[in-house]
Structures are given as structure tokens and as C-alpha cells.
């Protein structure tokens, strides 16, 4: 009998542990769950971004959709996490599909969040039901030299003692001068700062650098899920270069915004909205 009640303390005792890992288990984003549809979207924001990016986006889905936006750790006022690099995102991201049970999600991603989505859906093709790249690019780098190679241990740490030297001050002046380039819409420049601003400055700095040096244009051709390409206005004078990286994607259907800049929900809202309606309830 001494045996057996041994046995079930061990048991209930490893189940214990396991729910407690189960609860406390972290994710390099905070999440904001709402809506109550059958099908999932999960919205992954760019870079430096807070989730509230998608807000105009998720009020009109919400109503038929399951909608996870997140936030990424270290990014507008998130509190950051040790090591971030944009694989650790992406199977981040994978795990909470995989430990939350959500089937087949739509993924949404602006800018790196687009390029996340991109990795997931190459990694992870089985967790992945739909796309939806908003104006990104496989490797970003490659738009400036086409000859670009990923470097297998790039140092990402001059790129981190730079930013942390910038006062507050410096840095939000940096990133006035550089908004007004991506984003037309001056209702949502100093928001869009803001993120910036309230962003850790080494997660800044390290995830700007391993994006930069990551190249998707093979990876890519593991996708199976439709994938819609939502591109800027002027990308379409780039058209050859741009289609040309996502050559291995065969599944992709590219559409150019008729105006605006690289913040494409803000700047050609209409036209975007009905891009994504057309596509998500197909």
C-alpha cells in the first residue's frame, strides 16, 4: 500500500510541475486575444511597432474572426527578453499556434511581422491555413544588392552600441526625420515614434541588424498556403526586383497599393481593407 501511495504522490507531483511550466511558459510577444469566429487570425506587427497597428484592421474582422494581436517583446514599451533574434521569433510564434490548439491561422504581418509570417509558413507549412504579407520583402537586403549573402555569425553589437549612445532626445529626432519616409498619414507620425521611442534599444538595435541580414528567397518554396502580397504604391516601379525574390513562392498573389507609403493601413486604408476582405472570405 506504502508503494502505491508513493506512486501517486510522484504522479500528482509531476503533474503539478507540468501545469505550473504549462502556466508560466513565456513567449517573446504579449498577446491580445478578441473576437469569437471559427477561423483564427493571428497579427504580427513590424518593426518597432506596437500591436495597436492593427486596430482599425482587427475592428473590421473581429466581428467573423478569432483575432490574437501581438506585441513583440522589447518593442513600444514591452518589457524585452534576452536574446531576441528573428528565429527565436518566429518559432516563438509557432509554439503558441502549436500549445494553444489554433488551427490553421491566418497570419497577417506587417514589415518584419511579414517576414515572420514568411518564415513560419516555410518552417512550419502543416500550422499555417492562409498569409498576408504587408509590404515586406524575403530579404531586404537583396533590394539594394542582389548579390547578397546572409552571414552565417554577423555581430550585431556595434549596430547595439550605437543606439544605446543616442540620448532619448537623439533617437526621437532620428526617427522623426525617418517616419515621414514610410508613413504618409501625419495623423499617425507621432504615434508611430512613440513605439520607437518606447522600444528597448538593444532589442532595437540586434533585431534591426538580424533582419537585415536574413534572406527567405529559398525558404520560401515550402509554402502550400495561399499568400497575399499587399506591396506599396511605389514598389510597383520595382516590380521585376520585387516579384523576382518571391520567385519560389508559387501560391503568391501580388497587389500594389495605388497610393501611399510603407504603413499601407494607414495610408491606402480603403484599398487595403477590401484587399483582405476579398481574401480572407474566399
Known sequence: MKKYIILIIAFLFSALCLNVFAQTKSYPFEVLKTGKGKQTIIFIPGFASAGEVWNETRAAFEKDFTCYTLTMAGFAGVKPQPNPSFENWKNGIASYIRDNKIEKPILIGHSMGGGLALAIASDYPELTGKIVVVDALPCLAALSDPSFKSKENNDCSPMVTQMKAMNETQFRDMQKQTMPRLLEDKSKLDMVVDWSVKS???????????????????????????????????????????????????????????????????DDTTWYLAQLNHFLKS
Open 200 to 266: 528597448d534599444r538593444t532589442t532595437f538595435a540586434e533585431m534591426y541588424c538580424d533582419f537585415f541580414n536574413t534572406d527567405l528567397r529559398d525558404k520560401i518554396a515550402a509554402i502550400k498556403c495561399p499568400s497575399l502580397i499587399l506591396l506599396e504604391y511605389y514598389f510597383i516601379n520595382l516590380k521585376p526586383a520585387i516579384e523576382g525574390q518571391y520567385t519560389n513562392l508559387k501560391t503568391a498573389n501580388f497587389q500594389y497599393a495605388s497610393k501611399g507609403l510603407h504603413f499601407i493601413m494607414y
